[in-house]
């Protein structure tokens, strides 16, 4: 079993990476990507959950960001989670089984329920779905956001455009904080950015 979770793990490393490298500024950069990674170890011994399961469920939450904006689609946790069952079959993990069917059943609800479009299954889901916070309300995350919507949209005019998108992101997720350790250490920060970005509206 641990063999095989350890499989899963670097296939999901693997596809996550290859897709970064893929798609570049259309899908989380890896700056970006690495941000709730760390973030999902750190609540995963908070309330003492598999540390795995809430690590292939970050990696892969938003690994097929890049291939849904190139089809025009909206729906890139669907793509994701189907991306994540082959690379569960691959793995040699059987879904027949018990225990590896609560795996995979709680991965899926990760990746599936980050964006609050179906309910958290499982406290796995909402401590990716918060670790995921991570990339649009940290500095870290602020300011990548600003480097990718300069390489997308980077001309003078759209200068309002980029600021209203990252007002929109920081508000959004802000919105699906939920856990009190991650509202803790965001909330000095989403105080900050709205007041910049509420500055920044005006001349
Ligand atoms: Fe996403």
Redesign the pocket.
């Known amino acids: 079993m641990n063999d095989k979770i350890a499989k899963l793990t670097k296939l999901a490393d693997e596809f996550a990476r290859a897709q970064v490298n893929k798609f570049g500024s259309m899908t989380p950069s890896r700056i970006i990507w690495e941000l709730p990674l760390a973030k999902v170890e750190w609540l995963a011994d908070i309330y003492k959950v598999d540390k795995d399961v809430v690590r292939i469920g970050a990696m892969l939450?938003?690994c097929q960001?890049g291939e849904a904006t190139k089809q025009g689609r909206t729906d890139?946790?669907q793509m994701g989670a189907a991306a994540f069952e082959k690379l569960f079959i691959d793995s040699g993990m059987p879904k027949s089984k018990k225990q590896e069917r609560e795996i995979f059943d709680k991965i899926e609800n990760c990746i599936l329920a980050?964006?609050r479009k179906i309910p958290y299954t499982c406290i796995e889901a909402e401590i990716c779905a918060n670790a995921?916070c991570y990339k649009f309300i940290t500095p870290r995350g602020v300011f990548n956001f600003a480097m990718v919507l300069g390489q997308r949209n980077g001309t003078e005019d759209n200068f309002d455009e980029n600021i209203k998108a990252m007002d929109f992101k920081l508000n959004e997720k802000w919105n699906t904080v939920s856990l009190p350790e991650v509202r803790a250490e965001l909330e000095p920060y989403y105080n900050e950015f709205q007041r910049l970005i509420n500055e920044a509206k005006s001349i």
């Open positions: 939450m938003d960001l890139h946790e980050h964006h995921d």
